[in-house]
């Protein structure tokens, strides 16, 4: 920066600047006596952030350009050109500067110190109310930049939130996809051994029975330890007869509710014969079974998120809320992750009340609470983890409690996980929207989202009012 001279010329080039507009000879003779004329070099700052902004400055030549930094990136805020009039104003409350001032090529600026306003305001109403319009017009700018601003922001928010949300569903869809494609594929032997039984029509209509009855039937939700001794006595049966494939038939046949009994029924109703080809055609049956059904509750998620988006953007639009109970969807997140779940050999504990109350709410978004919640806990478990997901009616509320035992959200950062966009997730695995969608929702419900966490064991709590 160059301190210039104040010539006689400043008088004619500023006259018929809109500061100036309506003010007498004298009242710019005033303003120049006690002004300071200065020249910045093409690049040079006139400001940073930070700095005090204790003058009223004028452009007589060449341009400045406003830049805010946001995160990494400089974003243009507006361009001062001749006669702009920038800095402080009279009754204007700023003191320091937020942004970048750069001379985009060289040019002259005008100063007049805030020292001068309380002289100016008795030298001339004209130059103060002058002022009082740039002020004005200036605030109206600002606002519909902050409001522009705002729009983009939502707008990010929005889809930011929709690609998260969007995520699970669309990857259980081509999961279940790529597995029904395999198993509507299979080998040669396999096809063979199937068209080649030798077994009547009453005897197959005897297997169908038992087969399409526990399709029909609502699925077992057994608790863990009985689960377990479920899955033994199916193997141990499995390996006794010689069936292949035991482990895959053995998870297929419990998922179902297809037990020890079911089989021996099968194995009495055809004698023995083609055992190994009917349990495989059945576990084939009942695999195919499940990937229909994952795809169809994926792409109902999707399609209720769509839904949701579009309620998002008509806010006149009153949402639908119903009865409902908060096992269902609990259930069906738990059957869209279940491949996570298995991928870490998760130890998944259910506690659920069988005589839980409803609550009044929309199943779709309550939905994405569920995913959120139990994929972030999926997440941050270790290999063998335990995961546990308890339900209870405590002081008229329905509570979920969702717990998992890994290593913990560090204190530091606890009292920012519900902001939008923040993340302790590496880069492209996380948008940080979750956690701000699951309590906005919990919010629209009249409910309430706490947690407590430590290394060993982190619980989200989340309340809901009973639905009387």
């Known amino acids: 920066m160059t301190q210039l001279p104040l010539d006689a010329d400043l008088k004619n080039e500023i006259a018929a600047f809109g500061l100036f507009k309506g003010a007498n000879p004298a009242d710019i003779d005033w303003f120049l006596s006690r002004a300071e004329h200065r020249e910045y070099a093409e690049g040079e700052h006139l ?30 805020y ?25 001379a985009v090529e060289k040019c002259r600026i005008l100063c007049l110190h805030e020292q001068f306003f309380p002289e100016m305001a008795q030298q001339s109403y004209v130059l103060l109310g002058n ?4 002020m004005s017009d200036r605030i109206k700018d600002f606002t519909q930049v902050q409001l522009q601003s705002e729009k983009l922001m939502a707008l990010g928010k929005l889809s930011a939130g929709l690609a998260h949300e969007l995520n699970n ?94 089989l021996e029924k099968i194995e009495t109703t055809v004698a023995g014969r083609e055992l190994g080809a009917i349990l495989n055609w059945i576990g084939n049956t009942l695999n195919l079974e499940n990937s229909v059904s994952e795809i169809r509750e994926a792409a109902s998620r999707i399609a209720e998120l769509v839904r949701s988006v579009k309620a998002y953007t008509h806010m006149d639009q009153a949402q639908a809320f119903e009865p409902l109970d908060l096992h269902e969807g609990i259930k069906n997140t738990l059957t869209m992750l279940k491949h996570l ?18 609550i009044l709410g929309n199943p779709g978004e309550l939905n994405q609470v569920w995913t959120n919640l139990i994929d972030n806990a999926i997440d941050a478990l270790p290999v063998g983890g335990t995961l546990k997901i308890h339900s209870f009616f405590r002081h008229k ?5 969702i717990e998992d035992n890994g290593s913990g959200i560090p204190q530091e950062v606890q009292n920012q996980i519900f902001e939008p966009f923040f993340t302790t ?36 709590t989340i309340e809901f009012p009973q639905w009387n």
């Open 341 to 358: 779940i298995r991928q870490k050999s998760i130890v998944l504990e259910k506690n659920l009340d069988p005589d839980l109350p409803k």
């Open 131 to 134: 002022c009082v319009a740039i």
């Open 397 to 401: 509320k329905v509570v979920i409690e």
């Open 169 to 262: 569903p669309a990857s259980a869809i081509v999961r279940s996809a790529e597995e029904l494609y395999e198993r509507t594929h299979h080998t040669p032997e396999r096809f063979k051994a199937i068209i080649t039984m030798r077994v009547t029509e009453e005897e197959t209509d005897a297997v169908n029975a038992i087969l399409f009855g526990k399709i029909k039937a609502a699925r077992p939700d057994l608790p863990l330890l009985q689960r377990e001794a479920k899955r033994d006595d199916l193997l141990d049966w499995l390996d006794d007869h010689a069936i292949e494939n035991a482990d895959d038939l053995a998870e297929v046949f419990l998922e179902f509710g297809l037990y020890v009994e079911d």
């Open 78 to 102: 507006r361009t001062w050109t001749l006669g702009s009039v920038m800095g402080k104003l009279p009754f204007s409350r700023m003191q320091k500067a937020a942004a970048y001032g750069i």
């Open 47 to 76: 400001f940073v952030p930070g700095d005090a902004l204790n003058s009223l400055e004028i452009v007589l030549e060449g341009a400045c350009m406003v830049k805010v930094k946001q995160g990494n990136e400089f974003r243009e």
């Open 425 to 460: 997730k590496p880069i492209g695995q996380g948008t940080g929207m979750g956690l701000e969608v699951v309590r906005r929702i919990i919010t629209q419900h009249h409910g309430e989202v706490k947690f407590s966490s430590q290394a060993g064991s982190t619980i989200f």
